[in-house]
């Protein structure tokens, strides 16, 4: 189920546009907001389909055929809540059609093309059209002010969405993290590294109890809650990544109510 690199070439990361944690002093009247969907991100150069790091994604020849020649950016979504079968089959070496079939390619962005993003956004639209059932538009939509936001959240979240992502209106494309895109969630995630696997007790004896997490600053801290059992039984190994989420943080800068989300896949 893993890349095979006689299939799968690596190519320089691509430029793309990268959201920050929302703040909750903007105003939202100013951006256009989207879902921000749980899947994975490909960037399509016009001619091939690639994952954020660069390395290309091993789709059907006929889903790559139907892309114009217009670099896009986008998710590949299966459904919400589905990241892990979306995941699994993305990374397969020989893609199997009948999967990819289930796939939507959902485009947010046309990566170094001219004018405001609402500007491309009306372009995407006009670009995608109907020519496949497959290939959709993210939609984009206004929120006149905070409380509405809030709710739009909240609604999204018990229905099982990851949350909002905002993109000011009125900004031109640019490579990186920048006050132009913004994302939100009802609980923030980040990502750390395994270091050791701590033991369980109790009804988790013989399995793994925690993960011994460093952050990416540095410091470190035990992750025990959000387990599966089959997880427990076959935990993320020493050196990987996980991402994991948290309600707020400690004086010490410390997660605060964190549990184990997913493991972050290598791409």
């Not at 399995?207 to 470190?220: E, K, P, V």
Request: glycine share 8%.
């Amino acid at each position: 189920m893993g890349a095979d690199s006689s299939h799968v070439t690596s190519a320089a990361q691509p430029a793309l546009m990268l959201a920050r944690d929302w703040r909750s002093d903007l105003d939202p009247a100013s951006y256009l907001v989207s879902e921000k969907l749980d899947g994975v991100r490909a960037f399509w150069d016009g001619q091939l389909l690639r994952f954020r790091s660069g390395r290309r994604i091993a789709a059907p020849e006929w889903f790559t055929a139907a892309l114009p020649a217009t670099p896009l950016d986008g998710e590949l979504w299966l459904a919400r809540r589905s990241f892990d079968r979306l995941s699994a089959i993305v990374r397969r070496s020989a893609p199997v059609d009948a999967e990819w079939r289930e796939l939507r390619y959902m485009i947010f962005d046309l990566p170094g093309a001219q004018g405001t993003f609402n500007e491309r956004a009306d372009r995407i639209v006009s670009l995608v059209g109907d020519a496949q059932p497959w290939l959709q538009a993210v939609a984009q939509r206004r929120v006149p002010d905070r409380i509405t936001l809030q709710g739009q959240l909240l609604q999204g979240d018990s229905a099982g969405a990851e949350g909002l992502v905002l993109h000011r209106a009125d900004a031109l494309w640019q490579p990186g993290r920048s006050d132009a895109l913004f994302k939100l969630k009802t609980m923030p995630d980040e990502d750390a590294q395994v270091l050791a696997h701590l033991p369980g007790k109790g009804r988790h004896e013989g399995r793994m109890g925690a993960l011994w997490l460093q952050m990416a600053n540095g410091q470190r801290f035990a992750l025990g809650t959000g387990f599966s059992d089959a997880q427990r039984a076959a935990p993320p190994p020493v050196g990987s990544f996980v991402t994991y989420r948290y309600r707020d943080r400690t004086s010490s800068g410390l997660p605060r109510f964190a549990s184990f989300l997913r493991v972050r896949e290598v791409e």
